[in-house]
């Protein structure tokens, strides 16, 4: 499988960006789409999912209300709307299939692609 994020770049706090991640590739094993993201000098973080077959969704907490996750199944893409951003989404953000492990979602394969940077400036 093959994971493209983009569409990241600079905002400022307040502003909305929209990710678009596109699967293409062996897509047997992305029946949940995940959106990660990691800050500069912290550990990747789970930020939401997104099922390909219901659209059901998942957050977390500090980006519910925000973040809106949608998919686009013709087109195997995957978005993120961030809204009313902040500085302290300043991130990389990544696509990956995740799968639901010890309550949580987890990246499914040892493969991020290239993820897309996001800075919010204050």
């Known amino acids: 499988v093959q994971l493209q994020a983009s569409g990241g770049g600079l905002v400022q706090a307040g502003d909305s960006l929209r990710l678009s991640c596109v699967v293409s590739g062996r897509t047997f094993n992305t029946y949940v789409m995940g959106w990660f993201r990691q800050a500069p000098g912290k550990e990747r973080e789970f930020v939401g999912a997104?099922?390909?077959?219901?659209?059901?969704?998942d957050y977390i907490d500090s980006v519910k209300g925000r973040f809106i996750i949608s998919r686009d199944n013709r087109k195997n893409t995957v978005y993120l709307q961030m809204n009313s951003l902040t500085p302290e989404d300043t991130a990389v953000y990544y696509c990956?299939?995740?799968?639901?492990?010890?309550?949580?979602?987890?990246?499914?394969?040892?493969?991020w692609g290239q993820g897309t940077l996001v800075t919010v400036s204050s």
């Open positions: 997104i099922s390909w077959s219901t659209g059901n969704t």
């Open positions: 990956a299939p995740v799968v639901a492990r010890s309550n949580t979602w987890q990246a499914a394969l040892d493969y």
